[in-house]
């Protein structure tokens, strides 16, 4: 039934989020990593429901969808990604999409509404071929030699490759228009137990934690597995065993209470049953929205690495890959959010950093941007099992749908808007 | 120059070495997998040198090459592999087959030597399929089905596919005509230090150790490598480092005195920076000549994964894939061996196990069989830096070809024979 208040419909919301499960499903989730043809059929899909909101848009050069509108006064952005991890669940990404996708088909046609909501999906959210490079992109973050320097990292194919075989190769990037937006909104599953454990319908988040990411290498001897005495050895798996382990010893004395921190993957070269590793890498990744204890955990590593390497018989080596600052989301936005929570979820909503790195970070870089979480069973996720009841998802786009109407209100503090 | 004795030619093994060195090189190594161009264009080198030796021979279903000589007399079977381990050395196979194609090279067109010297090249030695499938083969211990379940661990194309793909595909795999030879003879690079260390030239090969392999899998819970608290965590990839630590940590105080083990491979599923690992894998491998040993450590192996799966917060498993009997080399092959070392290598030879698996390993099970090292600089193998004196390698390879002499004319024991 749709709200008679917002015209807003809970079951088209989930209709449009089963249309897109089904295409590229895997179990009940879906296997849509960047560029795949169950990717790019999800941009098209979303291309043609645009027109419903009054938006035109088409698939850009770096694989974002933008949609625009023609109508006067301010504008709202609005949106997520459509690509997924491998194997990963189905509302990663698509949540957000048809949160803002139905905000617009709700509030732009309203001429009580001024303005109206833009919907945006970013290409590559979920990392196969960089960091956030479809909405780096859009904010002028994302060089040429960027885009020729991406690599898928499910094969050997480069993006420049991979945007010829979808034909997106020679297309305009569309760039931001300064000024144009009020900000940007973003919903997303939240991906971890807080609000499941507090039995709370909305998380309302303060800040986006920063990412810091290092490649840990350790050399050492490759050899016969049969034939080199266990004295001799050098064996470089070994090393990256006993490191992991160490900092599963220090990292807790040094931490923060919400520092996390993991090591995602591993390889040994050559990697063969009977060869002695004499080489091996491992991508560790640290997480906190204190940059202070990052730094200190940073320190702690490299001094790891370098007792490591006078104990021997390995050396070791870190190198950061990856820095990433926190990013604030915008007080107003988290107001409306808040207000929104209180019209249409009971007030069961709550203040809380993002553990999880999202375009809205990005976003945040050039214009004021806020985030809402809806609860995720189990607190599961990048996992095809990933899940959130249809009747939380129907009441986050509740709260979605009116935190935008809020905000183009500009009634953003207003409890009692209806 | 030719030596008088023999007819021998020290240079002509080494130009036929680097001949097959210059296909598939790589650095001063080569890459050379099973059933690659550079692999299939050495076994033709191969089949084209045969007449030289008065053999003819072709490749087999397996890819396999048998050379076969019509003289008279009693046949001595000789030889080793021509594919490598990926980017590894110029001497691990070839050495074998060089010798073996020396010896009959010198011996077979010689009239006051009754018999004859044939050769063969066994297919995959270094397991890129299976375990020594090429001499399994031959001597009757490979099903039809088990060439159906052949993968290539480079890839994940079968091992029939791989066969169509070379021409080999319904060729007949050449099996062993039991009662034709007095045995088997292989040389080959120690592959260790204990030449090298004891300055000597030879090593009479007592018996070949067993390999046992393990594949241990770790199983937790993959999640969200930011919204997963430590405390929650089940990270199968931690599971994993800490198990080879335990390892590392247990194994010497039950290992006997030359034990070694091995963890080769590790993989993480799925093995993204973002994601923790909710599972992993590993491959395990103990190698010794005492079969009590083996028991005791795989009964630890075993008791130390069921300890760590009931600390929790991962399960272990422990499958056993694959299980080797320490093979033992004929004592009138190691006296022909030793004879011919004081004559041509001033009796610079020593008795020792090989730790390394070998085909002459299978070929043991049907014939009497033996095998001859030469040392290894700094015991490097399975790496392209792998290397041998060329002074080592033609003083191996007189004392082969007149082990090869003495076998044929029964004058096993025989110190002074010439």
Not at 246 to 257: S, T, Y
Not at 258 to 273: C, E, K, M, Q, Y
Request: net charge negative; with cysteine; proline share 5%.
């Amino acid at each position: 039934m749709p709200d008679k208040r917002l015209h807003f419909d809970g079951a088209r919301v989930l209709a449009d989020l089963y249309a897109l499960r089904a295409i590229g499903a895997y179990k009940s989730g879906v296997h849509k990593p960047t560029f795949s043809e169950p990717h790019m059929r999800s941009l098209e899909w979303l291309v043609q429901r645009l027109p419903e909101a009054g938006l035109a848009g088409e698939i850009d050069g770096i694989g974002n969808v933008l949609g625009t509108s023609s109508k006067s006064g301010p504008k709202l952005l609005a949106g997520s990604h459509l690509e997924s991890q491998n194997y990963a669940g189905w509302l990663d990404g698509p949540l957000g999409v048809v949160y803002a996708l139905e905000a617009a088909r709700v509030l732009n046609p309203d001429p009580d509404i001024n303005g109206a909501v833009e919907v945006a999906c970013w290409c590559d959210e979920e990392g196969h071929f960089g960091s956030f490079l479809g909405s780096r992109s859009y904010v002028g973050g994302l060089t040429e030699k960027d885009v020729d320097a991406a690599r898928d990292r499910n094969s050997d194919r480069t993006m420049r490759e991979a945007l010829r075989e979808v034909g997106l190769a020679g297309r305009p990037r569309v760039a931001a228009e300064r000024g144009r937006h009020i900000g940007y909104l973003e919903a997303h599953i939240e991906q971890g137990q807080t609000l499941e454990g507090g039995a709370l319908n909305v998380g309302v988040v303060t800040s986006i934690v920063g990412i810091w990411q290092y490649r840990i290498t350790f050399t050492g001897e490759q050899n016969h597995a049969g034939t080199t005495r266990m004295a001799v050895r050098k064996d470089a798996g070994l090393a990256l065993a006993k490191f992991c382990v160490a900092i599963d010893e220090r990292f807790p004395g040094a931490c923060g209470p919400r520092t996390v921190w993991t090591t995602g993957s591993i390889r040994l070269d050559p990697g063969a049953p009977s060869i002695i590793p004499g080489g091996a890498e491992m991508l560790f990744q640290i997480r906190d929205a204190d940059t202070a204890i990052i730094d200190r955990l940073e320190q702690l590593l490299r001094s790891m690495a370098a007792e490591a390497g006078a104990r021997g018989p390995c050396t070791v080596a870190v190198e950061r890959i990856r820095t990433g600052a926190p990013a604030m989301m915008d007080a107003s936005f988290q107001q409306a959010i808040e207000a929104a929570s209180k019209e249409f979820a009971g007030g069961k909503s709550i203040r809380m950093p993002s553990a999880a790195g999202h375009d809205a970070q990005i976003l945040s870089t050039i214009m004021p941007a806020g985030m809402l979480f809806v609860p995720s069973i189990g607190g599961i996720s990048h996992h095809w099992t990933e899940n959130t009841d249809d009747a939380d998802i129907v009441t986050g786009a509740a709260v979605f749908v009116d935190a935008c109407r809020r905000l183009l209100a500009g009634r953003r503090t207003s409890v009692n808007s209806t």
